[in-house]
């Protein structure tokens, strides 16, 4: 797609049109519906004014693009001129200046670093640290099992994804914070979503209780960070620890600062486990609510593993497991919505982006636009039946971005999810605690139920051990 500015009567070139959206209100424009449940209000603004839209919020001209060529060219095409801005301010009061919320030479030569442990074939050597890491949590459900105990998977998935993570990158045993850091994660995904808040535009520095509960958190993080620092002294061990501790500025040829290494370190952290959490509960919950579902990943679980834990050499003949893995990241992508500001004046769908205004991408609202999903809010895998995919569009899907800014760790959650599922559904059914109600939150960056998840557990007869 290009920019395609009209030519007018004199030669001066005429921006396209306005993209339509609603009115909202003086001074505070559609911030009342947006507040009032984000998620389903740009669902409307998609629906009633087309894929790419626009509103106002509070200071701030927003846009809505989930036309696919459009997404392409904020994402890759024309990435340059889309820089994090500042709707990804929030993410700095806890992550300080890592890669999720730099731009610019910073940002490609920290990214460039980091990137060797990240690479498709790089992140098979995580396979034996997920297999251990989900066969120490099966061992504890099966004991809870046999009590009749119900699980409650936030907490537990959690837990799983941090200590995978922690292992496979740092070489850290982080299980001993898991508790603290379940609290402190719960707070800043809260934090890192809140804007046109009074809280926001209160200065950093003033004691209100939000700013209070951010420096603790600040803390706790820190501590932890000058502790696996501290371990890896000692060790020398952990693929990224190893990076990170050596990385040099590629101008100045100085070594990564204290505060760098501390901002990437948490980044990493905080980028990485509660993603793959929540993809990780909201695809056990769509398999267990769809018994079809599951015969079918039980069959090729049982056909490809008869029985034994999975390598990550295993992962490309569980297709169907990735299907449904892919079809979970559909219907509910973790980071459901990102935004860029544009530096200069665009042009996307044929309308008009001023320069400063911003844009936002949703995957959810992608995901489910009916152009290009048949009955979007159905749960069906086999809509990634490569014939099928085939025909779709490039960025109609793009649960981990896309170009140069693409997730660091898509292969990591990709491979980390595939064998958590095959090792669950190899020992457990899981069924809701009846009378449990979900819903997906729509009040932080990332989509997370909006209360506990209680599920029982169901030992399988067969394809259990070898
Ligand atoms: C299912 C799990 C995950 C999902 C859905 C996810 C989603 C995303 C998305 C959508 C972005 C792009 C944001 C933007 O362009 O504004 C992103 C960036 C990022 N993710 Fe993930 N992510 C997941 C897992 C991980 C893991 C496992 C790690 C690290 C171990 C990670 C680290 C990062 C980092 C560092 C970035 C910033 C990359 C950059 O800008 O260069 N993520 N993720």
């Known amino acids: 797609m290009t920019t395609t500015t009209a030519r007018g009567r004199r030669g001066t070139t005429v921006p396209g049109p306005r993209a339509p959206g609603p009115r909202g209100v003086p001074v505070l424009g559609s911030l009342r519906q947006w507040k009032g449940g984000t998620a389903e209000f740009l669902l409307r603004m998609q629906r009633d004014h087309g894929e790419v839209s626009r509103m106002r919020l509070g200071p ?4 809505l693009v989930t036309e696919p060529a459009a997404v392409g060219r904020v994402l890759k095409e024309n990435s340059g001129n889309y820089r994090r801005g500042v709707l990804y301010e929030q993410f700095r009061t806890v992550m300080g200046t890592g890669l999720l919320t730099t731009d610019g030479d910073h940002w490609k030569a920290h990214r460039r670093a980091m990137q060797p442990v990240f690479t498709r074939k790089a992140v098979d050597a995580i396979g034996p640290n997920v297999v ?12 809870r099992a046999r009590r009749g105990e119900p699980v409650e998977l936030v907490t537990e998935t959690l837990r799983l994804t941090l200590v995978t993570l922690s292992r496979s990158l740092f070489d850290y045993d982080i299980r001993p914070a898991a508790p603290v850091l379940k609290d402190v994660v719960g707070n800043v995904v809260e934090v890192m979503f809140k804007h046109g808040t009074i809280g ?8 209100t209780r939000r700013n209070r509960v951010i420096a603790r958190d600040r ?25 990170i501790e050596t990385a040099s500025d590629p101008a100045s040829g100085r ?25 990780l509960i909201w695809t056990l919950l769509s398999i267990a609510n769809h ?39 559909r219907l509910y992508p973790p980071i459901w919505i990102y935004p860029r500001d544009a530096v200069g004046q665009d042009e996307l769908a044929g309308f008009h982006i001023p320069a400063g205004s911003s844009v936002l991408l949703s995957p959810l609202v992608s995901h489910r636009n009916p152009r290009f999903w048949d009955n979007p809010e159905a ?24 170009g140069a800014r693409m997730c660091i760790g898509n292969f990591m959650a990709l491979l980390e999810l595939k064998m958590i599922v095959a090792m669950i559904n190899q020992r457990f059914r899981l069924r809701l605690v009846p009378g449990e109600f979900l819903r997906y939150g729509d009040t932080s960056i990332s989509l ?11 030992p399988r007869e067969r394809g259990r051990g070898a």
């Open 291 to 329: 018994p079809p579902v599951q015969e079918e990943l039980d069959a090729e679980v049982d056909g490809v593993l008869g029985g034994r834990p999975p390598s990550a050499e295993d992962v490309p003949d569980l297709r169907f497991t990735g299907q449904v893995v892919d079809e979970s990241l």
């Open 379 to 402: 749960f069906d895998p086999h809509r990634f039946d490569p014939a099928v995919s085939a025909g779709r569009p490039k960025t109609t899907y793009f649960p981990f971005g896309a």
């Open 448 to 458: 997370r139920p909006l209360s506990e998840v209680r599920v029982t557990l169901h």
């Open 200 to 207: 926001e535009m209160v200065p950093g520095w003033l004691p």
């Open 60 to 63: 701030y001209t927003v846009h």
């Open 132 to 143: 251990a890491a989900t066969t120490e949590m099966l061992d504890e459900w099966e004991s």
């Open 219 to 243: 803390r706790i993080l820190s501590r932890l960070v000058g502790e696996i620092r501290r371990h890896h002294a000692v060790t020398g061990e952990g693929p990224l620890m190893k990076l």
């Open 255 to 279: 070594p990564w600062t204290d505060e760098q290494i501390r901002d990437e370190i948490l980044t990493i952290y905080l980028a990485g486990h509660e993603t793959t959490a929540v993809a």
